[in-house]
């Protein structure tokens, strides 16, 4: 399957991939901490040294980053804007209060899929879908949920099951 099709089906038979993906999680529990983050880690690296974001970008198609306030304030400067009037432009509070861009795709995500403010974009944007990071295990639910946006995050889960079985 190539990277078009598995983003096409992301949302497909969501519910039976996620008890297949809560099985695996369930195996990472038992692991510790440390272990479970260089599973995850191991196969960061690999699954993204595979893809190219730029032919995919779903993530900045279908689903708005959190924004500090440093964000808000590095973005303004460089759109040499005031920060009031970015806000009034850009910017949301969602159902959980977060600040969040106001449209979906985002309205910073050019046509070719580059970002237009890659080197001021926001750290949520940096991280995403936050594989590479420590204490995976404090974040297994939202990696699950992550399978619903990112064809990366399938392909390290589902490397994870193959390799713990
Ligand atoms: S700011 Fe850039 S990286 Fe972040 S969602 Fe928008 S286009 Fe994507
Ligand atoms: S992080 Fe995931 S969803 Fe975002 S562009 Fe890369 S593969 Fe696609």
Redesign the pocket.
């Known amino acids: 399957m190539n990277l078009q099709e598995e983003i096409k089906k992301l949302n497909q038979n969501t519910q039976q991939k996620k008890k297949a993906y809560q099985k695996t999680i369930q195996q990472l529990k038992k692991l510790k901490p440390y272990d479970a983050d260089e599973l995850f880690h191991t196969q960061h690296e690999q699954v993204f040294s595979e893809?190219d974001?730029l032919q995919?970008?779903?993530?900045c198609k279908t689903t708005p980053p959190l924004l500090l306030n440093e964000d808000i304030n590095n973005i303004s400067r460089k759109l040499n804007v005031p920060v009031k009037k970015f806000m009034q432009e850009y910017v949301v509070k969602d159902e959980d209060g977060d600040l969040v861009f106001n449209q979906s795709p985002c309205p910073f995500l050019g046509a070719d899929n580059f970002c237009k403010i890659y080197e001021v974009r926001p750290n949520a944007c940096r991280e995403?879908?936050h594989t590479n990071r420590k204490k995976m295990n404090q974040i297994f639910d939202l990696t699950v949920k992550n399978t619903e946006?990112?064809?990366?995050v399938v392909r390290i889960l589902n490397n994870i099951e193959n390799a713990l079985t």
Do not use: E, K, M, S
């Open positions: 893809i974001c995919c970008a779903n993530c995403y879908p946006i990112c064809p990366a």
